[in-house]
């Protein structure tokens, strides 16, 4: 789709003044008004110094009516959190990952029935990742003011322009969720959007996994089997001590040192301390600890770890390239981004298990856009 097919779509004028929902039973009694009605959704939080976002404010919508809620106000509401939790209940945003990280941890429950927005406008052959300011400007012919993103959505008052920003974040959003699902019924993508969003949800909630977050540590593929799982006991304390703290991963201990130990595996804290870039403090404070977990790991029986995926060789990039191309003639032909049908971490699995059969990302949606080309991918592949 190109801009010149696009339509030029209206909004829901905001209150003036802005709504505030000022105590749970006024959230409560306000989402079971209309409870068939999917809730546009949106936050602002701050994240300098610490491992876990810090909630600052929520915005919501329903149909025509916005309004603002304190995070005190959401935690508290029975309402608030049934509605999240409702697969049936449409919950609309724009580009989740950061969003539902915050509910994750700030609420403590997976979010049921998100719809990313973000993605049904690459479903809509508009683009992958496309900005929400410049969508808004595309189909509304609104300018948002985005000085504000970095403001301090902590402290109390609001200005009268963060607020008004605010509810701008939440006031397009229902406007084009029905135009893409107009737009997406005509391509046989409905549904796609409801599996894609849900998929992608699940994944961002795998990836608090500790144990599996050493193969992110792409430096650490030389490593041999034993050195890996040492790697994968270090990364998984560091992991857990980051959400202890509620400090950065860089705080606590940074990638390159980690990957330091599990190469050399020391054996006393001078050869600890020996690791170039090692703190002195942070051997005082972690070295016992550090030795420990190296010591145990590196004695552990039948390694049988997850490797930490190679780069392709240069054989296997040239047989990449070649493999890439039938992708994006699917991609081509449907009409959406190549990286939404195939991202480049997908594409080298496949080339790695030489097949597609018993992939199930490339089953769903995918599979009824590969289907004119399977065929001839998976001959190349065998």
Same mark, same amino acid.
């Given at each position: 789709?190109?801009?010149?097919?696009? /339509?030029?779509?209206?909004?829901?004028?905001?209150? *003036? /003044?802005?709504?505030?929902? *000022?105590?749970?039973?006024?959230?409560?009694?306000?989402?079971?008004?209309?409870?068939? *009605?999917?809730?546009?959704?949106?936050?602002?939080?701050?994240?300098?110094?610490?491992?876990?976002?810090?909630?600052?404010?929520?915005?919501?919508? &329903?149909?025509?009516?916005?309004?603002?809620?304190? /995070? *005190?106000?959401?935690?508290?509401?029975?309402?608030?959190?049934?509605?999240?939790?409702?697969?049936?209940?449409?919950?609309?945003?724009?580009?989740?990952?950061?969003?539902?990280?915050?509910?994750?941890?700030?609420?403590?429950?997976?979010?049921?029935?998100?719809?990313?927005?973000?993605?049904?406008?690459?479903?809509?052959? &508009?683009?992958?990742?496309?900005?929400?300011?410049?969508?808004?400007?595309?189909?509304?012919?609104?300018?948002?003011?985005?000085?504000?993103?970095?403001?301090?959505?902590?402290?109390?008052?609001?200005?009268?322009?963060?607020?008004?920003?605010?509810?701008?974040? =939440?006031?397009?959003?229902?406007?084009?969720?029905?135009?893409?699902?107009?737009?997406?019924?005509?391509? $046989?993508?409905?549904?796609?959007?409801?599996?894609?969003?849900?998929?992608?949800?699940?994944?961002?909630?795998?990836? @608090?996994?500790?144990?599996?977050?050493?193969?992110?540590?792409? $430096?650490?593929?030389?490593?041999?089997?034993?050195?890996?799982?040492?790697?994968?006991?270090?990364?998984?304390?560091?992991?857990?001590?980051?959400?202890?703290?509620?400090?950065?991963?860089?705080?606590?201990?940074?990638?390159?040192?980690? &990957?330091?130990?599990?190469?050399?595996?020391?054996?006393?804290?001078?050869?600890?301390? @020996?690791?170039?870039?090692?703190?002195?403090?942070?051997?005082?404070?972690?070295?016992?600890?550090?030795?420990?977990?190296?010591?145990?790991?590196?004695?552990?029986? @039948?390694?049988?770890?997850?490797?930490?995926?190679?780069? &392709?060789?240069?054989?296997?990039?040239?047989?990449?390239?070649?493999?890439?191309?039938?992708? =994006?003639?699917?991609?081509?032909?449907? @009409?959406?981004?190549?990286?939404?049908?195939?991202?480049?971490?997908?594409?080298?699995?496949?080339?790695?298990?030489?097949?597609?059969? $018993?992939?199930?990302?490339?089953?769903?949606?995918?599979?009824?856009?590969?289907?004119?080309?399977?065929?001839?991918?998976?001959?190349?592949?065998?």
């Amino acid at each position: 789709m190109n801009a010149n097919e696009l /339509p030029r779509l209206t909004a829901p004028a905001p209150s *003036e /003044p802005v709504l505030w929902l *000022e105590t749970p039973e006024q959230l409560d009694d306000w989402l079971a008004a209309q409870p068939k *009605e999917p809730l546009t959704l949106d936050t602002e939080f701050e994240r300098v110094s610490t491992y876990y976002p810090i909630p600052g404010l929520v915005q919501l919508g &329903l149909a025509d009516q916005f309004r603002l809620v304190d /995070p *005190e106000v959401a935690e508290a509401s029975a309402g608030f959190r049934a509605a999240l939790e409702d697969e049936q209940r449409p919950k609309l945003l724009y580009a989740v990952s950061e969003d539902l990280e915050l509910f994750r941890h700030w609420l403590g429950l997976p979010m049921q029935g998100v719809i990313d927005l973000q993605l049904g406008v690459a479903f809509a052959g &508009l683009g992958f990742s496309k900005g929400y300011a410049k969508l808004v400007e595309s189909l509304f012919g609104e300018s948002l003011d985005k000085t504000l993103t970095r403001s301090n959505w902590i402290s109390r008052p609001l200005s009268d322009l963060q607020q008004r920003y605010a509810i701008d974040d =939440v006031r397009f959003l229902k406007p084009i969720y029905d135009w893409l699902q107009e737009v997406l019924a005509g391509r $046989g993508l409905q549904q796609a959007l409801v599996e894609e969003s849900a998929r992608f949800a699940a994944d961002l909630a795998s990836q @608090d996994d500790p144990t599996r977050h050493y193969l992110k540590l792409r $430096g650490g593929w030389p490593l041999s089997a034993p050195q890996q799982q040492v790697l994968q006991a270090l990364v998984s304390w560091r992991e857990r001590e980051c959400h202890r703290q509620d400090k950065p991963r860089n705080w606590v201990m940074a990638d390159p040192l980690l &990957l330091a130990m599990a190469e050399t595996q020391p054996k006393t804290l001078n050869a600890l301390s @020996d690791i170039q870039g090692l703190a002195s403090g942070q051997v005082r404070r972690h070295g016992d600890t550090l030795l420990a977990l190296i010591a145990k790991a590196d004695a552990a029986e @039948d390694v049988a770890i997850e490797p930490i995926a190679a780069p &392709l060789t240069r054989d296997q990039q040239s047989f990449y390239k070649q493999l890439k191309k039938h992708f =994006v003639r699917a991609a081509e032909a449907a @009409d959406i981004p190549i990286e939404l049908l195939a991202p480049r971490k997908r594409l080298e699995a496949v080339l790695q298990q030489q097949t597609l059969a $018993g992939n199930p990302f490339f089953e769903g949606w995918r599979s009824q856009i590969l289907a004119p080309v399977r065929g001839t991918i998976e001959e190349l592949l065998s």
